[in-house]
């Protein structure tokens, strides 16, 4: 295997004058760093990644699930001060006062539970001059930016 010898020179702040000598990996071997793992190893770690990301149990799962269901589809109207950016055809929104419906729950993906910051997904409507239909558009909102205004 061949390899070359590089000498880095240190920083011009440094009060050191020592060259540092680092060993550079031919290109054979860069080409062996690069290839995919062999089949065991991809196993291995895909094992891994499984047991150890069932953080939460079953019943957490469900228990949550449980007390969140009977708010999806409730209207809302939002009662903390956000602006939101994301709707082209209103920029800079202030969508405190607004009504919408809960339309998911979103700290829950594929039977588990996730950190989700803002776990309620809200469908709004709003009227925008010039266009003939509501303009639809979603924000995810913490439970205690909101509140509950009626089923629907």
């Not at 799962?61 to 589809?73: D, L, R, S």
Request: hydrophobic content about 40%; glycine content about 4%; aromatic content about 6%.
């Amino acid at each position: 295997m061949a390899t070359t010898t590089a000498a880095v020179a240190p920083p011009s702040t440094s009060t050191s004058s020592v060259l540092l000598l680092r060993r550079l990996p031919s290109s054979s071997s860069a080409a062996r760093c690069l290839a995919p793992l062999p089949r065991r190893s991809r196993l291995r770690s895909a094992r891994q990644v499984i047991l150890t990301s069932d953080l939460s149990s079953s019943a957490d799962v469900a228990e949550e699930e449980a007390a969140v269901a009977p708010k999806i589809g409730k209207r809302v109207r939002v009662t903390a001060p956000i602006r939101v950016y994301h709707v082209m055809k209103a920029p800079d929104l202030d969508i405190q006062g607004m009504e919408g419906v809960v339309k998911q729950y979103v700290a829950i993906w594929k039977g588990k539970l996730i950190t989700a910051n803002f776990p309620f997904k809200v469908e709004f409507h709003i009227d925008v001059e010039g266009q003939p239909k509501p303009v639809r558009f979603f924000g995810h909102l913490r439970e205690d930016e909101f509140e509950f205004i009626g089923d629907e």
